[in-house]
């Protein structure tokens, strides 16, 4: 049967004459008629994005690892028992691996945005398949896709909304962006085991230097397949492959080159539109990347003024002011602070060190655990918890200055932890309390 126009005082409809009783529209076979759709094109942007979803994926699961999530208060996922199997006591050598994998997560991820879109653009006419139903295997192969362009889109949609500063979801980033991972994992694993020999052939089914070599005027659709991915009724090509492949790659690149400054110190930090930036941060050698500020999160100048002082407890407590602070042995590294927005900057810090004041608390430094905790008034992140190899490390400080200067009010005065290759947001400013304890193992 053929589709049959028609005319009601709405205006023009086309009614269910179709094979199978398929609703009109998009679900017709000739409606999708992209001479470029089809196999070989679906299964190069499916490959890159395997590839480039894997390093997303590992990095994204380090990044929770680096959160040690199994310390007090770093982290109140439910069910994490199941979903950390993985963990393992986070190292702080290198001092930036933190920078290069939490970098390449983020900057990676936007840069397969328009890599995914086209993706999905490839496979489209898929989504209106009809009937929706074949058999009980075919059923539950759709499903899974449901998961794995939902968990796709989930994963992009919340990790984009969350670099951005835009917290709007009525549920909290991390468990959601942990769970969804886990669930398009599972989902892309299924695909993968399904799909990956056919698209390995469908990649060798047409060469790509000649596709890139292949003018407009000679583009034509790829040989019918039986997924129905090759448009029935095809129209004559607006663009080529090669254009196709052009217009992702630059989109990609353009997202890349937008972002990847958010990692670089210099001038070049500039070049990250893509990064919220554009702010003040501070005079001199404060002036670089503030993630919260003390008026943000109700610090005063008050709160951090001759009458602050830090508690140290453990076996036994002391309070000290920042002169007493000062008067201490102090040590100077260039460490890096590394945000799970992806944005990073090395800043050289002068502070006592962890493992020094952990005497003090008179736990040994090799048995101590942390839980520093900050005097913002609100907001997260206000608390952060340290492993024993973290307390250890001769480079973990409790920052007083940075870059020769004291600490601005912004940066965390009058004291701030700084931890190598933890993540940015356990390197608590506005220090008022470290709780130190002996290792609960
Ligand atoms: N008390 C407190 N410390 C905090 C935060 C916070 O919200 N409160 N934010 C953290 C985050 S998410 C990051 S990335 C770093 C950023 O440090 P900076 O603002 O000095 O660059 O501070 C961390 N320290
Ligand atoms: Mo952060």
């Known amino acids: 049967m053929t589709k049959q126009p028609f005319r009601s005082e709405g205006g023009t409809y086309l009614i269910r004459a179709h094979t199978g009783g398929a609703p009109a529209g998009p679900f017709l076979p000739g409606f999708w008629r992209s001479p470029l759709r089809g196999p070989w094109l679906t299964s190069v942007f499916g490959l890159v994005l395997l590839v480039g979803l894997i390093i997303v994926a590992v990095t994204g699961l380090l990044s929770y690892a680096a959160y040690q999530p199994r310390l007090p208060g770093n982290d109140t996922t439910p069910g994490k028992g199941l979903l950390g199997f993985y963990l393992f006591d986070w190292p702080t050598n290198p001092a930036w691996m933190y920078r290069i994998t939490q970098g390449a997560h983020v900057i990676l991820g936007l840069t397969l945005v328009p890599v995914l879109l086209a993706k999905l653009w490839s496979v489209i006419p898929k989504l209106f398949d009809w009937p929706p139903v074949r058999s009980p295997a075919q059923a539950m192969e759709r499903a899974s896709l449901v998961l794995l362009v939902g968990g796709a889109v989930f994963q992009f949609v919340t990790g984009i909304l969350n670099i951005q500063l835009f917290y709007v979801f009525p549920f909290s980033f991390y468990p959601a962006h942990l769970y969804g991972a886990w669930i398009f994992l599972a989902a892309l694993a299924l695909h993968v085991a399904l799909r990956l020999p056919k698209a390995i052939r469908a990649a060798r089914s047409r060469s790509l230097r000649q596709e890139l070599r292949t003018r407009l005027a000679d583009t034509r659709p790829e040989p019918p397949d039986p997924d129905g991915l090759v448009a029935a009724e095809p129209a004559p090509p607006t663009m080529s492959r090669r254009g196709m492949l052009g217009f992702v790659g630059g989109g990609s690149a353009l997202m890349f080159g937008l972002s990847v400054g958010q990692t670089l110190d210099g001038p070049l930090r500039r070049t ?122 001769p480079r973990s400080l409790l920052a007083l200055r940075v870059n020769g200067a004291d600490l601005s009010l912004d940066h965390g005065f009058p004291a701030r932890i700084i931890v190598p290759n933890a993540p940015g947001v356990h390197n608590t400013k506005w220090v008022r309390e470290l709780a130190y304890r002996r290792e609960s193992r």
Not at 280 to 296: E, L
Request: with cysteine; charged share 15%.
């Open 272 to 393: 990250a539109l893509l990064a919220p930036h554009g702010r003040v941060y501070g005079p001199g050698p404060n002036d670089f990347q503030v993630n919260k500020t003390a008026a943000g999160l109700g610090v005063t100048a008050a709160d951090a003024g001759d009458a602050w002082r830090l508690t140290v407890a453990g076996a036994k407590q002391v309070r000290l002011s920042r002169a007493d602070l000062l008067a201490m042995p102090l040590h100077t590294y260039a460490l890096p602070i590394a945000c799970v927005e992806g944005w990073s900057t090395e800043q050289v810090w002068t502070g006592v060190r962890l493992a020094d004041l952990a005497l003090l608390a008179g736990i040994p430094p090799g048995a101590a655990e942390l839980t520093a905790r900050s005097l913002q008034r609100f907001g997260y992140f206000g608390q952060a918890s340290f492993s024993v190899r973290q307390v250890a490390d």
